[in-house]
Antibody, heavy 122, light 107 residues
Framework: QVQLQQSGPGLVKPSQTLSLTCVISGDSVSSNTVAWNWIRQSPSRGLEWLGRTFYRSKWSDDYAESVKSRITIKPDTTKNQFSLQLNSVTPEDTAVYFC?????????????WGPGTMVTVS | EIVLTQSPATLSLSPGERATLSCRASQNVDIYLAWYQQKPGQAPRLLIYDASNRATGIPARFSGTGSGTDFTLTISSLEPEDFAVYYCQQRRNWPLTFGGGTKVEIK
């Protein structure tokens, strides 16, 4: 059973960098049948997919246009985890941030999910 | 960007009743639509992927139908634990997008 556990600060100052980590248990970050995603949720924007990293003979990533200039999602194979960095944050980046897996066998739908981290930009 | 519109915004029903939730896409998404359930303070949980496939461990009372632009999630007989918010999500086009949600509340 794959489980995801998130860590990172809950408060970030405007213009600084938001950094979160998602630790994977029960599978490998380098598995070639899954993509590792970051998604956020806020009252104003609802659920918003931010981006993903995945390994298919080489590492690749995809990002939402809305954050593409500010976001990096990176795998860490030594710790079996992946991370989110969002630069130059503003109060509009205040949200609950989730990591989630997307397996090919379930149509790349998001499952499982991490518990979420409430991040306030202030 | 594909916009997913869910209706109704709120559905007030009693346990044992049938719930029918709608998700309409602004463009064709073929069958590439998923449904999630979210309870307060929790992450969403995958119910249905690719329009009609139940995820592992999801009870048979949950079913999904549709293709193209019109999709339906049906809960055949509501259990107390089914009162929650439900979201649809498409993977046909970038960016991946979610609907605004339907809240199923106890009448």
């Amino acid at each position: 059973q794959v489980q995801l556990q998130q860590s990172g600060p809950g408060l970030v100052k405007p213009s600084q960098t938001l950094s979160l980590t998602c630790v994977i248990s029960g599978d490998s970050v380098s598995s070639n049948t899954v993509a590792w995603n970051w998604i956020r949720q806020s009252p104003s924007r609802g659920l918003e997919w931010l981006g993903r990293t995945f390994y298919r003979s080489k590492w690749s990533d995809d990002y939402a246009e809305s954050v593409k200039s500010r976001i990096t999602i990176k795998p860490d194979t030594t710790k079996n985890q992946f991370s989110l960095q969002l630069n130059s944050v503003t109060p509009e980046d205040t949200a609950v941030y989730f990591c989630a897996g997307g397996y090919d066998s379930s149509g790349s739908a998001f499952d499982p999910w991490g518990p979420g981290t409430m991040v306030t930009v202030s | 960007e594909i916009v997913l519109t869910q209706s109704p915004a709120t559905l007030s029903l009693s346990p044992g009743e049938r719930a029918t939730l709608s998700c309409r896409a602004s463009q064709n998404v073929d069958i590439y639509l998923a449904w999630y359930q979210q309870k307060p303070g929790q992450a969403p949980r995958l119910l249905i992927y690719d329009a009609s496939n139940r995820a592992t461990g999801i009870p048979a009372r949950f079913s999904g139908t549709g293709s193209g632009t019109d999709f339906t999630l049906t809960i055949s007989s509501l259990e107390p634990e089914d009162f929650a918010v439900y979201y649809c999500q498409q993977r046909r086009n970038w960016p991946l997008t979610f609907g605004g949600g339907t809240k199923v509340e106890i009448k």
